[in-house]
């Protein structure tokens, strides 16, 4: 019996008692608030699995696919055929899709112990000021080109 309880808790060693965002959360929050906020839910969900160099390149490879899909965008012709919720639809897909290979099985594990979710308000909130960043970038860097 003894060997079966250890047996038990060896599973869920490395199961945090932190919070982390679900698949859908950034998805939908990424929908919102572009391949940054992608970036950053990841990275905060590797924070809470005490992987920090992960957590790091996730931030900095949120801020890259931002700065390549503006690049993209500005840099094909006719985009204006292209229905306004295409683009966001296609990366945030991404981002759900690579948020499930890169660290889906740790969520399981941390769901299955038992572990804390955020409410997906946080999320938006989250997507609500990466948009705004995201935004004013745009922004500050049209003025300074033109």
Not at 79 to 91: H, N
Not at 123 to 141: D, E, K, N, Q, S
Request: charged share 15%; net charge neutral.
């Amino acid at each position: 019996m003894e060997i079966l309880e250890q047996e038990e808790k060896s599973l869920f060693v490395d199961v945090t008692t932190q919070k982390i965002y679900t698949l859908r959360s950034i998805q939908v929050a990424t929908f919102l608030g572009g391949p940054i906020i992608a970036g950053y839910l990841i990275s905060e969900n590797y924070r809470a699995f005490d992987e920090d160099k992960k957590s790091k390149i996730a931030i900095v490879l949120g801020v890259l696919a931002t700065i390549v899909l503006f690049g993209v965008v500005f840099m094909l012709p006719d985009t204006k055929k292209v229905p306004t919720y295409i683009i966001p639809l296609a990366y945030s897909w991404a981002a759900y899709i690579l948020a499930q290979q890169l660290i889906g099985a740790q969520m399981k594990a941390h769901f299955a112990a038992g572990g804390g979710v955020y409410t997906i308000w946080r999320a938006l909130l989250a997507a609500l000021i990466g948009g705004a960043v995201t935004v004013t970038g745009v922004f500050v860097t049209l003025l300074l080109v033109g």
